[in-house]
């Protein structure tokens, strides 16, 4: 059974910085892409970043780039992503994706995590 567990969200003064955590188990990932999705209340789901577990190949969505970071750890099975400089507009519930195309789409993306929330304070 696949399983994306999401850790490490939490309350964050503007500003700050906030890491997380995404475990994956129940299948090989060798082949496919990690991407971290986000949702705020009232908006759609929206990528932020995606790597590729082989060659670590990166992309971020234009309000992102600069202050996040997405990186793997192939060890562990782990996907990070490392927030910076963070806003107000970053609250959100942040999701963890795994999919076979290195894609910025939703439906590319065939397994989910169950979220973990970030919420950004003036």
């Known amino acids: 059974q696949v399983q994306l567990v999401e850790s490490g969200g939490g309350l964050v003064q503007a500003g700050g910085s906030l890491r997380l955590s995404c475990a994956a188990s129940?299948?090989?990932?060798?082949?496919?892409?990690m991407g971290w999705f986000r949702q705020a209340p009232g908006k759609e789901r929206e990528f932020v970043a995606v790597?590729?577990?082989?060659?670590?190949?990166?992309y971020y969505a234009d309000s992102v780039k600069g202050r996040f970071t997405i990186s793997r750890d192939n060890a562990k099975n782990t996907v990070y992503l490392q927030m910076r400089s963070l806003k107000l507009e970053d609250t959100a519930v942040y999701y963890c994706?795994?999919?076979?195309?290195?894609?910025?789409?939703?439906?590319?993306?065939?397994?989910w995590g169950q979220g973990t929330p970030v919420t950004v304070s003036s």
């Open positions: 129940g299948r090989t990932f060798s082949s496919y892409a």
């Open positions: 994706a795994a999919g076979q195309n290195y894609g910025l789409r939703l439906g590319e993306y065939e397994y």
């Open positions: 790597i590729t577990w082989s060659e670590g190949s990166t």
